[in-house]
């Protein structure tokens, strides 16, 4: 596989999305390349390709492996491990979420049940504090809840609800 310009764009740019999205750079331009490869790839493939170190490739792989974003496939008569990405979108699009929530969302959720709870018996607490602590915390739960709900919507049902949304959202503001 060569990288187009266009490709490379890709891929650079994702990379540099991944940083900002919390996660390293290579893993990213790695799980990019893996997306748009129309083959699996090797990591001496990958290593050339992006021109990064093999420990780099492995240690990424191995951290997209644990996202369930990338799996290791064999080729018959070749002895080598491949790596792939999965190429549904929206599937994609779930994973990640998943693996959002579960880093970001779910500690946070547990902490602001827990500040609630104290800061609710805190007489030295100002009353306005309290509630905008009560208010995050409603807002995530519903945000957590929205976000399981969501989980198990088929996809062709879910494009269905996001156009629906964008057509209410137009309607409202109208």
């Excluded at 990958?46 to 799996?71: C, H, P, W």
């Excluded at 080729?75 to 994973?95: A, I, K, P, Q, T």
């Excluded at 946070?108 to 030295?124: G, P």
Aim: hydrophobic content about 40%; some cysteine.
């Amino acid at each position: 596989m060569n990288l187009s310009p266009a490709v490379e764009k890709y891929v650079l740019h994702w990379g540099e999305m991944g940083t900002r999205w919390g996660t390293n750079r290579t893993v990213a331009q790695i799980q990019a390349l893996l997306y748009l490869s129309p083959r699996p790839l090797r990591a001496d493939e990958i290593v050339d390709l992006l021109s990064v170190a093999r420990s780099n490739v492995s240690t990424s792989i191995r951290e997209l492996q644990s996202f369930g974003l990338v799996k290791m496939t064999h080729m018959l008569g070749d002895r080598r491990d491949y790596f792939e990405c999965m190429s549904d979108v929206w599937e994609l699009f779930r994973v990640i979420l998943e693996q959002r929530k579960q880093r970001e969302l779910n500690p946070t959720l547990l902490m602001l049940k827990d500040v609630a709870v104290e800061v609710d018996s805190e007489d030295q607490t100002d009353p306005v504090t309290k509630e905008r602590i009560q208010n995050m915390l409603q807002f995530v739960e519903t945000t957590s809840d929205w976000y399981e709900n969501i989980q198990a919507v088929p996809t062709p049902t879910l494009q269905k609800l996001m156009k629906l949304g964008t057509g209410i959202t137009k309607a409202l503001k109208k």
